[in-house]
């Protein structure tokens, strides 16, 4: 067992009369900075986590596990360099080495990065700028690719610092995951911000939590209303995912909208529709797509809540999200350099990198995406297996070429996480379906 995962904290938390729920929880800040880092695990990276702890009961997260094991399947062949499939299934947190200094850090076996600069010794740009982890990926500003290695001296700031809170502060967090500083002001308001309506009876508990409960924690964050309950009076709660369905895509940020009516970047792909039951069959793509799909295990929790409007249906992760969009980051968050604030500004200011340049997939031939985002090369024997399979004739199949811009993308990475039928969810393939001419059979 790592130093890492022998950490314990001491929690104290507020219960109701009934014992029945969690009321609140009063943390320290090395606390809420665990809670915190959260947000700087990508995807990919949670996906991995949950599987190498919870093995053969991992949850499955929508469509992210289905798109990493095709990835993890897929043959080299299909990428620039074998660096780029094993940057894919391992994606490193632009806060890794922040992370390091926590108390508890759960992404703790990701291999540290590797730095490359401009090929170009002669290069005339500044090298601070031009330093990526991605090689030969990653482009400097004078169009060659980043792929000389560099060694990069870590940061000398001492382990017992906060990472992304003030040290001074300490934290209330509801049930549900809403994070508010603990400063005298007003009880009420104070309560009120957590969803506190009746506090008659409470009853106040220490609670010793270490890597095992952290892990349950991150799993009820994203699957559960009430994950501080579950963990602490450990009741166990069905995934409800569909509880808050609303129309995919319309809640995405106007932001976004402008964005996407620029000359943003459109990819084509081709779905195949059984017509007799207007079912989405599979999809068939070029590197651009596959790439884009990718790159969604790269991308960390905080950035998906942004790119989302910090509404990515994500249960309890949303209203951590949104609160630390409202607590004072001068006052409570760490301003340095690499401190919150910064995080803060980066999560927000990336709402575009998800059309990125550069690619991880080589253009040998068009690939074949199922509905929960497995990637394979498309092949004519799987295409008719799939059909075969599933007994389904030629004539009952249709083709309908879509475009997929930001918006379309957008749609897809929100469905992603919590269907199982992204593409379908995603694409609005049943709405898409129901404006197109009825055919006679
Ligand atoms: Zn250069």
């Known amino acids: 067992m790592s130093v890492a995962e022998e950490f314990k904290f001491s929690l104290k938390v507020m219960i109701n009369r009934e014992k029945t729920k969690v009321l609140f929880a009063e943390v320290d800040s090395d606390f809420a900075d665990v809670l915190l880092s959260f947000m700087t695990l990508p995807l990919g990276t949670i996906v991995r986590l949950f599987q190498k702890h919870y093995g053969k009961q991992a949850p499955v997260i929508g469509s992210l596990n289905s798109l990493r094991k095709g990835l993890d399947e897929l043959s080299n062949a299909h990428f620039w360099t074998k660096q780029c499939k094993l940057m894919l299934l391992n994606p490193r947190s632009s806060f890794k080495d922040e992370c390091g200094k926590l108390k508890l850090n759960l992404d703790h076996d990701t291999p540290p ?7 170009n010794w002669d290069c005339y740009w500044p090298r601070y700028e031009n330093v990526g982890t991605c090689y030969y ?26 990472v992304f809170t003030s040290n001074t502060t300490s934290f209330l967090i509801s049930d549900h995951l809403s994070m508010v500083p603990n400063v005298t002001g007003s009880v009420i308001q104070t309560l009120s911000i957590l969803g506190i309506t009746d506090i008659d009876g409470a009853e106040l508990r220490i609670v010793t939590v270490g890597f095992n409960e952290i892990m349950d924690l991150l799993k009820g964050s994203l699957f559960s209303r009430t994950p501080l309950t579950d963990l ?14 609303s129309e995919p895509g319309s809640l995405l940020h106007e932001m976004v909208k402008e964005v996407a009516n620029s000359n943003s970047k459109k990819m084509i792909v ?13 999809a068939q793509a070029e590197e651009d797509f596959v790439d884009f799909l990718f790159g969604f295990l790269t991308i960390p929790l905080g950035r998906v809540e942004s790119l989302l409007d910090g509404n990515a249906r994500l249960k309890s992760i949303d209203n951590l999200y949104r609160s630390i969009a409202n607590i004072n980051g001068d006052k409570y968050l760490k301003s340095e350099e690499n401190g919150m604030y910064v995080f ?5 200011m990336c709402t575009c990198a998800i059309l990125r340049p550069g690619s991880y997939v080589k253009g040998t031939g068009m690939f074949m995406v199922k509905d929960d985002l497995t990637i394979k090369p498309l092949c004519m024997l799987s295409s008719i297996s799939i059909l075969n399979d599933q007994k389904i004739p030629l004539s009952d199949v249709k083709e309908l070429e879509l475009e997929i811009g930001l918006t379309e993308g957008l749609s897809i990475l929100r469905a992603s996480l919590t269907s199982a039928c992204a593409l379908t969810d995603g694409l609005m393939v049943n709405r898409i379906l129901m404006k197109q001419p009825k055919e006679e059979h």
Not at 113 to 119: G, K, P
């Open 113 to 119: 990065a590797r730095y490359f600069t401009c090929e």
């Open 270 to 282: 081709k779905v195949m529709i059984r017509k007799s039951t207007n079912k989405l069959l599979f």
């Open 344 to 348: 803060l500004l980066w999560v927000l």
């Open 232 to 245: 602490i009076l450990n009741k166990r709660r069905l995934i409800d995912f569909d509880a808050e369905k």
């Open 137 to 162: 990926i990653d482009r400097c500003s004078c169009g060659k690719p980043l792929n000389r290695e560099i060694g990069i001296t870590p940061s000398t700031q001492p382990n017992d610092c906060q």
